[in-house]
Protein backbone atom coordinates (compact mmCIF):
# COMPACT_ATOMS: atom_id res chain seq x y z
CA UNK A 1 0.00 0.00 0.00
CA UNK A 2 1.06 3.23 -0.46
CA UNK A 3 2.70 5.71 2.38
CA UNK A 4 1.15 8.86 2.84
CA UNK A 5 2.67 12.24 4.43
CA UNK A 6 0.53 14.58 6.52
CA UNK A 7 2.24 17.74 8.70
CA UNK A 8 2.76 17.21 12.15
CA UNK A 9 0.47 19.61 13.56
CA UNK A 10 -1.74 22.39 12.26
CA UNK A 11 -4.18 25.03 13.98
CA UNK A 12 -7.41 26.53 13.45
CA UNK A 13 -10.11 29.15 14.48
CA UNK A 14 -13.39 27.97 14.87
CA UNK A 15 -15.93 28.90 13.16
CA UNK A 16 -13.17 28.62 10.34
CA UNK A 17 -13.01 25.90 7.38
CA UNK A 18 -10.00 23.53 8.20
CA UNK A 19 -8.21 21.97 5.57
CA UNK A 20 -5.72 19.29 5.89
CA UNK A 21 -3.29 18.08 3.28
CA UNK A 22 -2.37 14.93 2.27
CA UNK A 23 0.50 13.38 0.02
CA UNK A 24 0.51 10.23 -1.68
CA UNK A 25 2.62 10.48 -4.82
CA UNK A 26 2.71 6.33 -4.92
CA UNK A 27 -0.54 5.62 -5.25
CA UNK A 28 -2.32 2.84 -7.42
CA UNK A 29 -4.98 3.16 -9.55
CA UNK A 30 -7.32 0.98 -7.66
CA UNK A 31 -6.17 2.61 -3.91
CA UNK A 32 -8.82 4.22 -2.22
CA UNK A 33 -8.01 7.39 -0.04
CA UNK A 34 -9.50 7.53 3.39
CA UNK A 35 -9.78 9.67 6.09
CA UNK A 36 -9.62 8.87 10.03
CA UNK A 37 -9.62 10.69 13.47
CA UNK A 38 -9.37 10.18 16.33
CA UNK A 39 -10.12 11.80 19.34
CA UNK A 40 -7.87 11.65 22.65
CA UNK A 41 -8.28 8.44 24.04
CA UNK A 42 -10.74 6.80 21.29
CA UNK A 43 -11.20 4.59 18.72
CA UNK A 44 -10.61 6.06 15.60
CA UNK A 45 -13.67 7.20 13.65
CA UNK A 46 -13.96 7.07 9.86
CA UNK A 47 -14.79 10.39 8.01
CA UNK A 48 -14.90 10.28 4.00
CA UNK A 49 -13.15 8.10 1.40
CA UNK A 50 -12.50 8.59 -2.16
CA UNK A 51 -10.71 7.14 -4.96
CA UNK A 52 -10.64 9.50 -8.01
CA UNK A 53 -14.02 12.29 -7.70
CA UNK A 54 -14.31 14.70 -5.01
CA UNK A 55 -16.75 13.69 -2.19
CA UNK A 56 -18.96 15.42 0.62
CA UNK A 57 -20.79 14.21 3.62
CA UNK A 58 -22.04 15.24 6.71
CA UNK A 59 -18.60 15.47 8.29
CA UNK A 60 -16.21 16.80 5.61
CA UNK A 61 -15.29 17.20 1.70
CA UNK A 62 -12.32 15.20 0.39
CA UNK A 63 -10.65 17.14 -2.44
CA UNK A 64 -8.74 14.51 -4.56
CA UNK A 65 -5.77 15.82 -7.12
CA UNK A 66 -6.33 15.16 -11.09
CA UNK A 67 -3.22 12.84 -10.95
CA UNK A 68 -4.23 11.53 -7.54
CA UNK A 69 -0.91 12.09 -5.64
CA UNK A 70 -2.14 14.47 -2.91
CA UNK A 71 -5.76 15.18 -1.38
CA UNK A 72 -7.06 17.68 0.79
CA UNK A 73 -9.94 17.25 3.56
CA UNK A 74 -11.50 20.00 4.59
CA UNK A 75 -13.70 20.63 7.68
CA UNK A 76 -16.08 23.78 6.60
CA UNK A 77 -16.55 25.28 9.86
CA UNK A 78 -14.24 24.10 12.32
CA UNK A 79 -15.99 23.43 16.19
CA UNK A 80 -13.34 22.73 19.36
CA UNK A 81 -15.00 19.14 19.61
CA UNK A 82 -12.88 18.64 15.76
CA UNK A 83 -9.89 18.70 17.69
CA UNK A 84 -8.21 15.49 16.90
CA UNK A 85 -5.60 13.74 15.11
CA UNK A 86 -5.99 13.21 11.53
CA UNK A 87 -5.32 10.11 9.59
CA UNK A 88 -5.04 9.79 5.90
CA UNK A 89 -4.67 6.13 4.87
CA UNK A 90 -4.54 4.66 1.36
CA UNK A 91 -5.37 1.52 0.92
CA UNK A 92 -6.20 -1.11 -1.55
CA UNK A 93 -5.91 -4.71 0.31
CA UNK A 94 -9.39 -5.65 1.46
CA UNK A 95 -8.79 -6.15 5.59
CA UNK A 96 -6.05 -3.73 6.08
CA UNK A 97 -5.39 -0.03 7.07
CA UNK A 98 -2.21 1.08 8.00
CA UNK A 99 -2.05 4.11 9.63
CA UNK A 100 0.55 7.22 9.94
CA UNK A 101 1.37 9.38 12.47
CA UNK A 102 -1.52 11.50 11.04
CA UNK A 103 -2.24 15.34 11.80
CA UNK A 104 -2.49 16.55 14.86
CA UNK A 105 -5.23 19.44 14.34
CA UNK A 106 -5.97 21.76 17.07
CA UNK A 107 -8.93 24.14 16.97
CA UNK A 108 -8.85 27.14 19.33
CA UNK A 109 -11.61 29.62 20.34
CA UNK B 1 -26.31 0.89 14.12
CA UNK B 2 -22.71 1.37 14.00
CA UNK B 3 -21.80 0.92 17.05
CA UNK B 4 -18.55 -1.50 18.00
CA UNK B 5 -18.47 -2.36 21.68
CA UNK B 6 -15.28 -2.88 23.82
CA UNK B 7 -15.13 -4.66 27.40
CA UNK B 8 -13.14 -3.82 29.94
CA UNK B 9 -12.61 -0.26 29.26
CA UNK B 10 -10.21 -0.65 31.40
CA UNK B 11 -8.00 -3.88 32.54
CA UNK B 12 -4.75 -4.38 34.99
CA UNK B 13 -3.27 -7.30 35.27
CA UNK B 14 -0.12 -9.04 36.44
CA UNK B 15 2.82 -10.87 33.92
CA UNK B 16 0.83 -14.11 35.25
CA UNK B 17 -2.48 -13.30 34.82
CA UNK B 18 -4.77 -14.59 32.35
CA UNK B 19 -7.40 -11.77 30.96
CA UNK B 20 -9.47 -11.88 27.39
CA UNK B 21 -10.09 -8.86 25.81
CA UNK B 22 -14.24 -8.83 24.07
CA UNK B 23 -15.62 -7.18 21.26
CA UNK B 24 -19.10 -7.09 19.71
CA UNK B 25 -20.79 -5.43 16.95
CA UNK B 26 -24.75 -5.99 15.50
CA UNK B 27 -24.14 -4.17 12.02
CA UNK B 28 -23.92 -8.00 10.70
CA UNK B 29 -20.72 -7.10 9.46
CA UNK B 30 -18.04 -10.68 8.49
CA UNK B 31 -14.44 -9.12 9.36
CA UNK B 32 -13.22 -8.26 12.92
CA UNK B 33 -9.95 -6.72 13.21
CA UNK B 34 -7.67 -5.82 16.64
CA UNK B 35 -5.03 -3.23 16.77
CA UNK B 36 -2.99 -2.07 19.25
CA UNK B 37 -1.91 1.61 20.01
CA UNK B 38 1.11 2.51 22.16
CA UNK B 39 0.91 6.23 23.46
CA UNK B 40 1.37 9.08 21.20
CA UNK B 41 1.36 6.21 18.05
CA UNK B 42 -0.87 5.15 15.37
CA UNK B 43 -2.95 2.19 15.99
CA UNK B 44 -0.94 -1.18 14.35
CA UNK B 45 -2.85 -4.24 12.94
CA UNK B 46 -2.89 -7.26 14.94
CA UNK B 47 -4.98 -10.01 13.63
CA UNK B 48 -7.84 -9.78 10.93
CA UNK B 49 -10.83 -12.39 11.01
CA UNK B 50 -12.75 -12.88 7.50
CA UNK B 51 -15.51 -15.00 7.56
CA UNK B 52 -15.07 -16.09 11.40
CA UNK B 53 -11.37 -17.55 10.11
CA UNK B 54 -8.29 -15.78 10.78
CA UNK B 55 -6.92 -14.25 7.68
CA UNK B 56 -3.96 -12.26 8.70
CA UNK B 57 -1.92 -12.15 11.65
CA UNK B 58 1.16 -9.38 11.74
CA UNK B 59 3.68 -11.54 13.09
CA UNK B 60 2.19 -11.00 16.70
CA UNK B 61 3.54 -12.89 19.74
CA UNK B 62 1.81 -16.00 20.62
CA UNK B 63 0.98 -14.47 23.80
CA UNK B 64 -2.38 -12.80 21.93
CA UNK B 65 -4.28 -15.30 21.14
CA UNK B 66 -7.38 -14.06 19.00
CA UNK B 67 -10.42 -15.99 19.19
CA UNK B 68 -13.94 -15.45 16.79
CA UNK B 69 -16.61 -17.62 18.54
CA UNK B 70 -19.32 -16.32 15.87
CA UNK B 71 -19.61 -13.16 13.30
CA UNK B 72 -20.67 -10.85 15.94
CA UNK B 73 -17.99 -11.53 18.70
CA UNK B 74 -14.44 -11.51 18.42
CA UNK B 75 -11.71 -11.66 21.97
CA UNK B 76 -8.33 -11.92 22.11
CA UNK B 77 -7.09 -14.02 25.16
CA UNK B 78 -3.83 -12.12 26.66
CA UNK B 79 -1.27 -14.93 28.61
CA UNK B 80 2.14 -13.70 30.43
CA UNK B 81 1.86 -10.28 29.12
CA UNK B 82 5.00 -8.10 29.24
CA UNK B 83 5.30 -4.26 30.79
CA UNK B 84 5.47 -3.06 27.40
CA UNK B 85 2.61 -4.56 26.15
CA UNK B 86 0.48 -2.17 27.97
CA UNK B 87 -1.38 -0.15 25.48
CA UNK B 88 -5.13 0.66 24.12
CA UNK B 89 -6.37 -2.25 22.26
CA UNK B 90 -8.84 -1.23 19.77
CA UNK B 91 -11.14 -3.44 18.10
CA UNK B 92 -12.64 -2.98 14.26
CA UNK B 93 -15.51 -4.00 11.94
CA UNK B 94 -15.94 -4.06 8.58
CA UNK B 95 -18.50 -5.74 5.89
CA UNK B 96 -16.11 -7.65 3.35
CA UNK B 97 -17.74 -7.68 0.17
CA UNK B 98 -18.31 -4.18 0.10
CA UNK B 99 -15.61 -2.15 -1.88
CA UNK B 100 -14.38 -0.08 -0.07
CA UNK B 101 -14.23 -1.73 2.90
CA UNK B 102 -14.51 1.04 5.55
CA UNK B 103 -14.43 0.16 9.36
CA UNK B 104 -15.89 1.13 12.02
CA UNK B 105 -13.54 0.96 15.56
CA UNK B 106 -14.72 0.38 19.05
CA UNK B 107 -13.59 2.74 21.78
CA UNK B 108 -10.83 0.12 22.86
CA UNK B 109 -9.69 -1.33 25.84
CA UNK B 110 -6.87 0.42 27.87
CA UNK B 111 -4.53 -2.21 29.29
CA UNK B 112 -1.41 -2.08 32.23
CA UNK B 113 0.66 -4.84 32.78
CA UNK B 114 2.32 -4.81 35.86
Known amino acids: DAKTTQPTSMDCAEGRAANLPCNHSTISGNEYVYWYRQIHSQGPQYIIHGLKNNETNEMASLIITEDRKSSTLILPHATLRDTAVYYC??????????FGRGTQLTVWP | DTEVTQTPKHLVMGMTNKKSLKCEQH?????MYWYKQKAKKPPELMFV???????INESVPSRFSPECPNSSLLNLHLHALQPEDSALYLC?????????????FGPGTRLLVL
Open chain 1, 89 to 98: IVSSTLGRLY
Open chain 2, 27 to 31: MGHRA
Open chain 2, 92 to 104: ASSQPDRDPETQY
Open chain 2, 49 to 55: YSYEKLS
